[in-house]
């Protein structure tokens, strides 16, 4: 992929990029012009990446590393490289639906609201595919605890 900003100093993103299926629909200059709007952060280990019932302004795609996800401190999934998160947030305007900790020293590619909505507009394969994962998890969460 093109070179992008990068918060980080290490050209990790890049590389680990083209192997992730929520791009793997995209042209080359799809992927050149998204690369462009995206930011490359690595993450300690501990730190919160969204806060339940918090305002959201970032969009997330995990590179490398885990992430848990809490609702009123459940867990309700665990992510790692290729997954994404803090979409529902930003495409509801809603407050945050669960925390999501780094449970892993991490790299992840974070985009703001604008940038996001930019992704979207430019790539209507990954927006399909980024409003299914919206909509299922929103089931699971209508679903609430199994027990
Ligand atoms: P958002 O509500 O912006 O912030 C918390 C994020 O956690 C949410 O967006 C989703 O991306 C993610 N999330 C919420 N519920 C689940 C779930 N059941 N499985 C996986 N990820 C989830």
Known sequence: MASRKNRG?????????????????LTRAQQKSLARLMTCVPVKAGRALTTEGQSGREFMIIVDGQASVRRD???????????????????????RSATVTAETDMLIETLNRREF????????????????????????LDAGPAD
């Not at 665990?78 to 509801?92: H, K, R």
């Not at 299914?132 to 089931?139: N, P």
């Open 73 to 95: 401190g459940r867990l309700v999934a665990t992510l790692g490289p290729g997954d994404f998160f803090g979409e529902m947030s930003l495409i509801a305007g809603a407050p």
């Open 117 to 140: 909505s930019s992704m979207l507009d430019e790539n209507p394969s990954l927006a399909r595919k980024v409003l299914v994962g919206a909509v299922k998890r929103l089931h699971e």
């Open 9 to 25: 100093g290490t050209d990790t993103c890049q590389a680990a990029l083209e192997g992730i299926g929520l791009f793997s629909e």
